[in-house]
């Protein structure tokens, strides 16, 4: 389904790359692609650090990483991909003013974005499931091992190699932007044949919708089941109520992390799909660049969410640390207090046991016999 480039027929239905002299010629001004180099590099920069620092720490304590922190690793890798491997080609196309690395290079850049950016959103998608069978299904948390995260991350890289490769064997392929200083999927080709059409339709189902689908899904299930059993949480025991404040994290986390994931992507999404259904150059250049710099913003947000969660997570166990221990000290005095109590009645007792005791003896030696009693006496 790979079509000759170097073609350049006047069709109107074909895409924008093949009706026009230079496909890689940036179709915004200087300015315009100074200013996106900038806001590129700046993006860049943060998302590498943040993701960086992630990883960093995480390597820190790696064999105390719970499942759902192994996936949260695994998307920053995503990110950090998305990072370094691609946004400098379209930093230096930008600030050239052109796409400088040729067919080969839009397709590698292409792929690259494709390949983790799927990974992300597929990621996203087996932290969602997780989060739901934990909340909702108590006893699914029993049996869930590291090796089943292993097993779940080798499945999330098969299924992104899979649908970013096929373009690369000829169904489908990867193209240049409109706007020329990028490249992404061709999302055209479903303007020249049915083949086409057949082939974007698949992304868009497994690669897009089918995974927010599932996500919207969890998400949903999970808020209905924590308002109907918020009021059972608080008769649990500590160590039951702690677990649930850790789930309930992670669980905030991940759902911040999928809303600012598509909060980022889906309007990127809308732009290509009108781009493969709708008329062709119905949309203006310069309005198709901006949910494409948007989207590549998206491995930006996630080591905010992290530091947000994990510094607000910090301040309420503080709180809740200092709560414990002054009710630790509130009743070390007061059991203090009840031992001393208790000790002093016993020892009142005891010494009014003695002088009963005592008292008794002494009248019984004073009405007896006094032969007998003198020995008892003596005895005593």
């Keep these: 389904m790979a079509l000759n480039h170097t073609a350049r027929p006047q069709d109107e239905r074909l895409p924008h790359y093949l009706r026009e002299g230079d496909p890689f010629a940036s179709k915004l001004s200087w300015e315009a692609d100074l200013v996106a180099g900038f806001y590129l590099t700046i993006i860049g920069i943060l998302s590498t650090f943040g993701n960086g620092y992630v990883l960093y720490m995480s390597s820190r304590r790696k064999k105390k990483l719970r499942p759902a922190e192994i996936m949260t690793i695994n998307l920053a890798i995503c990110d950090l991909g998305i990072s370094v491997v691609g946004k400098p080609f379209t930093i230096i196309s930008c600030f050239c003013h052109r796409w400088v690395f040729g067919w080969i290079g839009c397709r590698w850049y292409g792929w690259a974005g494709f390949f983790f950016g799927c990974g992300s959103l597929i990621t996203m998608t087996a932290v969602s499931l997780d989060r739901y069978l934990k909340i909702c299904y108590l006893s699914y948390g029993v049996w869930l091992k590291r090796k089943h995260a292993y097993i779940c991350l080798a499945v999330i890289w098969a299924y992104a190699s899979f649908w970013t490769t096929m373009p690369l064997v000829g169904l489908g392929d990867y193209a240049p932007e409109p706007f020329g200083t990028s490249c992404t999927l061709d999302w055209w080709l479903a303007q020249a044949s049915l083949g086409g059409q057949i082939f974007i339709l698949n992304i868009l189902f497994f690669c897009l919708l ?13 808020i209905a089941k924590v308002k109907s059993s918020s009021k059972e949480v608080a008769h649990f025991d500590s160590r039951i109520h ?4 850790l789930e309930m994290k992670l669980t905030k986390v991940a759902m911040l992390i999928c809303a600012g994931f598509l909060i980022a992507w889906i309007p990127y999404a809308v732009v290509s799909v009108w781009s ?3 008329r062709p150059d119905s949309i203006p250049i310069q309005l198709s660049v901006v949910p494409t710099l948007l989207a590549k913003s998206a491995a930006m947000y996630n080591p905010i969410i992290y530091q947000v969660i994990d510094y607000k997570f910090a ?4 709180g809740r640390l200092k709560a414990t221990k002054k009710k630790s000290l509130e009743d070390f005095r007061l059991h ?3 031992t001393v109590r208790k000790s002093s009645a016993v020892l009142e007792i005891h010494q009014e046991s003695r002088c009963i005791f005592t008292i008794t003896c002494d009248l019984e030696g004073r009405s007896g016999n006094n032969g007998d009693h003198d020995k008892k006496e003596a005895l005593f």
């Design 336 to 338: 203090t207090v009840t």
């Design 210 to 222: 089918l995974p927010t689908a599932v996500i919207v899904f969890s998400y949903v299930k999970i």
């Design 242 to 245: 702690s677990s649930h404040v």
């Design 276 to 278: 493969a259904f709708g």
């Design 315 to 318: 301040c309420c166990q503080t």
